[in-house]
T-cell receptor
Framework: AQSVTQLDSQVPVFEEAPVELRCNYS??????LFWYVQYPNQGLQLLLK??????LVKGINGFEAEFNKSQTSFHLRKPSVHISDTAEYFC????????????FGQGTRLTINP | DTEVTQTPKHLVMGMTNKKSLKCEQH?????MYWYKQKAKKPPELMFV???????INESVPSRFSPECPNSSLLNLHLHALQPEDSALYLC??????????????FGPGTRLLVL
């Protein structure tokens, strides 16, 4: 079984400041890792994913994440945030064999203040 | 193109009604999913169809009945729902990338209110 812990339920930051959203996972098997963003009253949009290879992955909207196997972490970062980044961010894991369920963390609400 | 469409966007139904949610994708994805998301909670998997066959059922009550008529369509039939079933219902589809890696893409959801 897999589980995901997002360490912060809410993160307030000022516009143009850097931000890091933390994610730790637990699994007895190999996993794929994902970050999704959900804007108010919308579905989930894929920000980025780690499947294999380079541990630093770049996604859309200037976000990047680093996979750290020893610390079982997959933290999301952005060097300079904008008001439009205000949203709920979900870290998720899945097994690597075929179509499997995504196991989500509880989400982090990112609020950007002017 | 990673578009998954869902209809309707909003649905209000009584506990004795029968209704259906529809999901469509034309990306040639091989797997389709239904998730349920309660307010301020993460999505939770309900069903997975792989190659048009039900492959995962997360012990969902029988008042929810999925159907996959073809590789592009996924329906969720609703009957005798309870108020606690009110939620955002998300559909997703996935493809496998060369070298592995199944990535799910989500639709905008149907917001369901059961009265």
């Amino acid at each position: 079984a897999q589980s995901v812990t997002q360490l912060d339920s809410q993160v307030p930051v000022f516009e143009e400041a850097p931000v890091e959203l933390r994610c730790n996972y637990s699994s007895s098997v190999s996993v794929y890792l994902f970050w999704y963003v959900q804007y108010p009253n919308q579905g989930l949009q894929l920000l980025l994913k780690y499947l294999s290879g380079s541990t630093l992955v770049k996604g859309i909207n200037g976000f990047e994440a680093e996979f750290n196997k020893s610390q079982t972490s997959f933290h999301l970062r952005k060097p300079s945030v904008h008001i439009s980044d205000t949203a709920e961010y979900f870290c998720a894991v899945s097994g690597i064999q075929g179509a499997q369920k995504l196991v989500f963390g509880q989400g982090t609400r990112l609020t950007i203040n002017p | 193109d990673t578009e998954v469409t869902q209809t309707p966007k909003h649905l209000v139904m009584g506990m004795t009604n029968k209704k259906s949610l529809k999901c469509e994708q034309h990306m040639g994805h091989r797997a389709m999913y239904w998730y349920k998301q309660k307010a301020k909670k993460p999505p939770e998997l309900m069903f997975v169809y792989s190659y048009e066959k039900l492959s995962i059922n997360e012990s969902v009550p029988s008042r929810f009945s999925p159907e996959c008529p073809n590789s592009s369509l996924l329906n969720l039939h609703l009957h005798a729902l309870q108020p606690e079933d009110s939620a955002l219902y998300l559909c997703a589809s996935s493809r496998q990338f060369p070298g592995g890696g199944e990535t799910q893409y989500f639709g905008p959801g149907t917001r369901l209110l059961v009265l």
